[in-house]
C-alpha cells in the first residue's frame, strides 16, 4: 500500500489550515502534519486524485494564495521517515515519550511511554499534546473512567492508565490510528481501555467518564461538543486542545452555553488548552 503526501502551501496560513484540515478529514485522508508554510496531508494513493481537491473552501477564502504538490510515499518506507525524525521528548521533566527503536534512558521518570507513531498523530512533540500531558500530571486519574477523543497514538490513553485510570474508551476516525493505539496499549501494558473506530457517533450508549480528552481541530470540536457534554458526569472534567489560542473565545462560549465552566486555560506557541467541569 503506498500514500500521498499531499504539501499545501497557504499564505496567510490561518484560518485556511485549519479549514483545509478539517475538509481534507471528510475526503479521507489519515494523518497531518503542520508547517511554517501550511499543511501536509497524506492520503491513501488508491483514494486519491487532484480533482477532489477543486472545490475546497479554504482554496476560495478572499485573498488567499493556495498551492500544493503531490508526492508519493511507499508504506515501507514510514517508519524508516518516522525513525529519522522521531526524537524522544520529555515533558515537565516527569514524562518520557519515546520509541521502540530508542534506548531506555538512564534516569528514571515518572511515567515512561514507548510510542510507534505510523501515521497517527500525537507523539507529544506537537505543541497541543504536549499540553495535554503536562496538564494530566496535575490532575487524580486514580479509579477514574476516561474518554481519549481523537486518540491518536493513544498516548494520552496510555498516560491515565499509567496514572491510575480504570479503564475507558479510546476512539479515532482513522485506520491507522485504530490499529496503532491497539499495538501501542501491547507495547506499553496497557488493557483496561476499549479501542473504537470512528467519531462522536461510536461513543458507547449510556457511557459515563469522569475525564474527557479531546485533542481536536476546532471545527470537529465545536460540532461534537454536546456529545462530549452528554456522557461527562457531573463534576468531571474535560481538556480541549487542538487550535490556536485565538479560538477562545469562541469555544468558550459554546462551551458555556452547555453549562460547562472553565478551570484552566494556558497556551504555548499560541496553541491552546482548556479544561472545563462539569
Known sequence: MSYCEVRFTLKPILPAREILLAELSELGFESFVEH??????YVQTANFSAEMLGDLMAKNLPDQEFSFEVNEIADQNWNAVWEASFDPIVVDNKCLIRAPFHSARDVAFLYEIVIEPKMSFGTGHHD???????????????????LDMGCGTGVLAILAEKMGASGGDAIDIDEWAYENTMENFGRNGCHRFVTIRGGAEVIP?????????????????????HHYVAVLKPGGRILFSGFYDSDFPEIDRYAASLGLKLSF????????ILEYTK
Not at 36 to 41: D, K, Q
Not at 205 to 225: F, K, Q, S
Not at 265 to 272: F, I, L, P
Request: aromatic share 6%; with cysteine.
Open 36 to 41: 511554517e508554510n501550511g499543511l501536509s496531508g
Open 265 to 272: 486555560r494556558s497556551e504555548r506557541k499560541e496553541w491552546c
Open 128 to 146: 497541543t499534546t504536549h499540553l495535554i500531558i503536562s496538564r494530566m500530571m496535575s490532575l487524580e486519574f486514580q479509579h477514574k473512567k476516561v
Open 205 to 225: 450508549p449510556g457511557a459515563e467518564y469522569d475525564v474527557i480528552l479531546a485533542n481536536i481541530n476546532r471545527n470537529i470540536l465545536t460540532r461534537d461538543m
